[in-house]
């Protein structure tokens, strides 16, 4: 709440008008409305107009004044801009993301609802004929996605536009909303709150402040400036970490070779957009496997990580998270229960194991559904009396089970996905890539098995696993040590390369490409340098023999890194030069602390710390800067998640499908004075 007395206009500035940003604002105008104001459609970005509302909110204020700074569009802000390539794909399906709030306690929207609902409304708009305001390109997406499919973010940049376009001229009365199509370079405080100055030198002035950064360019680390620094030296092309809508991708020469460092997420878009991008197409073969005709534009593609191999994709289940995987050991109950009696659990003590039962039951019960001449009679009670017993005597026993009825061959290493290349020698990388390419056919074969396939359920038990751990390590939910050592430490790569990778059809595309001799790939834990002689970029592995990869361009298939002390945002070093925030400070297993990737904040609503520990009044953060606080703070709301689509084992939602506009409430209600 703002301090200070009762203010006839309550001043509120909004930094970033990205998803984040555009929650902040919805959740501004319902809470207000809520509060006492009749709808009226008053406001839309860059115009405002203004009515007095008939009652005063919780701190008085009669008029309510909100300033969106963002240089792109309201709603979209960067990341998702209508006017990106349409290779560009979310990595959630249609049915899963959304702006707006369906959980029940919270004010009622104004309008709008979520993507997938906008994408059919706006599908029977085009049915039905008649002029429209949509692009071809968003007609034609329209046309052909269905609710699993897996949209351009282009086109959900168009529906955060619409929503928000929609929740602006709901607005009640009383309410002004303007947007201010520049970057903010500085923050500071005045004696009635605070001074924003923007990029053209302009100031103006805020009773409260929402920071909804979002991603923010980073400093390039040691390595990544050294090799930026010999490429300006020698003529070579390095395009750092980046936002691919952000990358000049022609910058790269037709026919040449190109490293490319990271087989992540931003991996399969540099991957579409030197391909498909440049006129190559793909087409189902006649064995079932997809096959790439080349446009003849293409680079060579030689990529490179340290597991060696890309995420695995997703299976084809229709739906977020498997239905017939269920959690029976790491239950919300559970794993909130250390809390609930006031203590703090360690993630590989208390929790892992719990999740580790969960992921052996869901592919043992699986292998045994669907390939029971593979299982001893028995096996499956053997195994379930195994894994209930408490205590860490449980896994040993469980192994004891495993070993005495199923094949090696069959059995779940669960450390060893993370690694699947690990410990293997390959002559040259002609032989690697032969090895790779029976990894991607088999996982693509996975993926298509669905719920059939043992493997993908053991990975579908730790993606629903993730929903559940979201909301327990929240907020300071298990130790320091654990957060840094385990679950920021060794978890969070493991489930990630295994649970947030593509839609399969990427994999599928990765395989044709590898098959078309478009693409190749480097080895596992690769060292890149540069040849100041031969004037390239070298890559090896020391798992690969043969000749190294050289090159004379490299992509940084990375995001940015999201550390605010790396950040390359006057903003926020302003703030943390004037102590307004600071990092929060973490301690690992030697029990030194360190700076965490994100911002040391209050318990929601999240206010920053001072310099010296200090609730700052008036500012208040959400995002991606959360990341010290929060665990997967990127992701989407999840749209309808308090029924079957996203309801939890227990029969109880998980709280942390829509934890990002629950946050935005907060921020908005205690602004308000609510």
């Not at 940003?21 to 006492?36: D, I, P, T, Y």
């Not at 977020?320 to 590989?348: C, I, K, N, Q």
């Not at 499908?657 to 629950?662: F, N, P, Y």
């Amino acid at each position: 709440m703002i301090r200070g007395g009762a203010r006839a206009r309550l001043r509120i500035a909004v930094v970033g008008g990205g998803p984040r940003g555009a929650s902040a604002v919805e959740r501004l105008l319902a809470n207000w409305a809520e509060a006492g104001a009749d709808p009226a459609a008053h406001a839309a970005p860059d115009r405002e107009r203004t009515t007095t509302a008939p009652t005063a909110r919780g701190n008085g204020a009669r008029e309510l004044e909100i300033t969106v700074y963002e240089p792109f569009g309201l709603g979209p802000g960067r990341v998702w801009r209508t006017e990106q390539p349409r290779e560009f794909l979310m990595n959630t399906p249609c049915f899963f993301p959304t702006l707006i709030p369906s959980e029940p306690g919270l004010a009622e929207p104004l309008a709008g609802g979520s993507f997938d609902a906008w994408r059919e409304a706006r599908r029977s708009e085009l049915g039905r004929g008649g002029p429209t305001d949509l692009t071809a390109e968003e007609a034609a997406d329209l046309a052909a996605l269905e609710a699993s499919d897996f949209p351009p973010r282009a086109l959900y940049g168009r529906y955060l536009t619409d929503t928000m376009a929609a929740v602006l001229a709901a607005a009640p009365r009383g309410v002004s909303v303007r947007q201010v199509r520049e970057e903010v370079t500085r923050l500071g405080r005045t004696p009635h709150g605070w001074a924003l100055t923007t990029r053209d030198g302009r100031a103006r002035e805020a009773d409260a402040v929402v920071l909804a950064l979002g991603h923010v360019p980073s400093k390039l680390n040691q390595t990544q400036h050294a090799l930026a620094e010999a490429a300006g030296r020698l003529g070579l092309t390095y395009l750092p970490p980046a936002a691919p809508a952000d990358v000049d991708w022609e910058a790269l020469p037709s026919g040449s070779a190109v490293l490319v460092r990271g087989m992540g997420l931003n991996f399969f878009d540099v991957m579409v957009r030197l391909t498909q991008g440049r006129g190559g197409r793909f087409k189902e073969g006649p064995n079932g496997q997809l096959e790439y005709v080349a446009s003849g534009r293409e680079p060579r593609l030689v990529a490179a990580s340290r597991r060696g191999v890309p995420y695995r994709g997703k299976a084809e289940i229709g739906a977020y998270y498997a239905p017939g995987v269920h959690l029976r050991w790491l239950t919300r109950a559970a794993a909130l229960a250390p809390r609930e009696a006031g203590l703090t659990p360690s993630f590989d003590a208390d929790l892992w194991p719990l999740l580790h039962r969960d992921t052996l039951w869901a592919y043992y019960s699986t292998l045994a559904r669907t390939a029971p001449e593979e299982v001893r009679p028995g096996f499956l009670d053997a195994l379930e009396a195994a894994l209930g017993v408490s205590g860490p005597s449980w896994e040993e026993q469980a192994e004891s089970v495993v070993e005495g009825a199923i094949r090696e061959e069959l059995r779940l290493d669960l450390r060893g996905l993370g690694a699947p290349l690990a410990g293997r020698h390959f002559a040259n990388r002609s032989e690697l890539d032969a090895h790779v390419l029976a990894y991607l056919d088999d996982d693509a074969a996975r993926s298509a098995r669905g719920e059939n396939d043992p493997l993908k359920m053991a990975i579908a038990a730790l993606h629903r696993g993730r929903a559940v751990l979201k909301e327990a390590v929240a907020d300071g939910g298990i130790t320091e040590e654990s957060w840094v050592s385990g679950l920021r430490g060794w978890f969070e790569g493991l489930v990630e390369g295994l649970a947030s990778g593509p839609p399969s059809l990427r994999i599928r595309q990765l395989a044709a490409l590898i098959r078309a001799g478009v693409l190749s790939t480097v080895g596992p834990e690769p060292r890149f340098r540069v040849d100041r002689g031969a004037g390239c970029f070298v890559a090896e592995s020391p798992w690969v023999g043969g000749q190294p990869v050289y090159a004379a361009a490299m992509v940084e298939a990375l995001a940015p890194a999201n550390v605010v002390a790396a950040a390359d945002s006057p903003l926020l070093a302003g703030l943390l030069a004037d102590g307004l925030v600071r990092p929060k400070y973490l301690a690992g297993a030697d029990g030194v602390p360190r700076p965490a990737s994100g911002l040391d904040v209050t318990a929601p609503p999240y206010r920053p710390l001072d310099v010296n520990g200090h609730p700052v009044q008036g500012l208040y953060v959400l995002g991606l800067q959360l990341s010290a606080a929060q665990w997967g703070t990127a992701i989407a709301a999840e749209a309808h998640p308090f029924g079957a689509p996203g309801e939890a084992n227990d029969g109880a939602p998980y709280p942390s499908a829509q934890r990002t506009l629950r946050d935005a409430d907060a921020v908005a209600r205690d602004i308000l004075g609510l």
